[in-house]
């Protein structure tokens, strides 16, 4: 009981000195009388005066509040929507007066996806697009992979499939032609392709993103199918003009100015050059600036023509041994070449850079050797889709077509998807095609 007695004294003393010097600053407190059951004592304590569990519980049981809890995101909208109201108002003032040369600045960098998008949001901005200004801008940024524009065997009403190697998907557009035309791409320069109507002896210019197609004036050619064709332009950029050049193996040959709309036949074929040539169809020229480079066989070699001078060049190249299919190509203004190594049973495709000083193909890379075995003991039949920084490889043999892709830079293989139109599930063969930049300010 002395305990006890000692205790309620020494509680008193502090409950006086409470009310003498922290009544003016705070109010009173309320005491809470806390029994302590297993000593047999009781503890005196103020609210805040504890730490943990037991204060927190004072300090609801002092208010006489419920406990608090997380308020709805409706009523948290609710509270910031007048900052939000004029943080839009601030921004449509802001780019109200936004240049519109940094707009196509901004929009010539974006992938061709977003590009489309963007024209969707009004008609000024869709015009734009066809503004000389953005193909400036355009040309001058910095852009991805080419894309690939090919014709496929089946569907023959709307065989055109083109393929994004940066998405890896393939698309369907239709083509502004008469179903009853058998139209197939010979050549390509920048964001246009150069298609060949072999039924009408016509050659059509388009551009494959914003499907848009223009006729060249035709040609009394006998057979199309024994002609090369190239493209080169006439300065950077289609804004320049471009050119169609198209060479028979009987030294027959006319340039096409897209600045003039007219044919030519500029100079003479030169006589130290041996007719026929033999040139090699299944390998489309390569462009290097504005010399077009043909593959010739008997003897082997690379004939070569300056468009902007009319210069002509013949190189005989002896090919490497145990080669089948092979085609030129370009990368960074150097000549490659693309083949088949076939040797006893085995198969590989192979890539070879052509030396300026000796004139000698040097092999530089070719197809994984796991890759390599799904060929063996196969007939197969290589086609090259594309030839320039990156190229579509097309492997054929009987019940089996594989697309892949080999980039010159990267020096890497990817294997292709299976093209199929959206609506079935029918695999689709591809039969020829040409890469090209997308580009949806090149004109034709």
Known sequence: MGEV????????????????????????????????????????????????????????????????????????????????????????????EFPEDLFETVIARLPVAAIFRFRTVCRKWSSLLGSDSFSRQYSEAPHGLPWFYTITH????????????????????????????????????????????????????????????????????????????????????????????????????????????????????????????????????????????????????????????????????????????HTLAEFQGKVMLVGLLCKNAATCVCIWELQKMTLLWKEVDRMPNIWCLEFYGKHMKMTCLGNSGLLMLSLKAKRMNRLVTYNLFKREWQKVPDCMLPCSRKKQWIACGTAFDPCPSALA
């Open 5 to 96: 007695a000692a205790l309620r004294q020494l509680v008193g003393q502090v409950q006086e000195l409470w009310d003498l010097y922290g009544a003016n600053a705070h109010p009173p407190l309320p005491r809470w009388y806390l029994l302590d059951f297993e000593h047999g004592s009781i503890k005196d304590d103020y609210c805040g005066g504890r730490t943990g569990y037991n204060s927190e519980l004072l300090k609801i049981m002092e208010t006489n509040q419920s406990p608090p809890r997380k308020r709805p995101r409706r009523d948290r909208n609710r509270e910031k929507a007048p900052c939000s109201n004029a943080t839009e108002v601030m921004q449509q003032e802001i780019w109200k």
């Open 154 to 325: 089946e569907n023959a009403n709307n065989n055109v499939a083109m393929y994004d190697p940066s998405s890896k998907k393939w698309h369907h557009p239709s083509v502004p032609l008469a179903p009853t035309k058998i139209v197939i791409p010979v050549a390509s320069v920048g964001g246009l392709v150069c298609l060949l109507d072999l039924s009408h002896r016509n050659f059509y210019i388009c551009n494959p993103l914003m499907q848009s197609l223009k006729e060249i004036p035709p040609r009394s050619v006998q057979g199309w199918s024994r002609v090369a064709v190239g493209m080169v332009f006439n300065g950077r950029n289609s804004n320049d003009g471009y050119k169609v050049m198209w060479l028979g193996n009987d030294g027959t040959y006319e340039v096409y100015d897209s600045t003039k709309n007219t044919w030519s036949c500029p100079g003479v074929f030169p006589p130290s050059i041996k007719l026929p040539l033999a040139l090699n169809f299944r390998s489309q020229p390569v462009a290097v600036g504005s010399t077009l480079y043909f593959m010739c066989a008997e003897p082997d070699g690379v004939l070569s023509y300056d468009v902007s001078n009319g210069v002509w060049g013949q190189f005989s190249i002896p090919l490497p041994l145990h080669l089948t299919d």
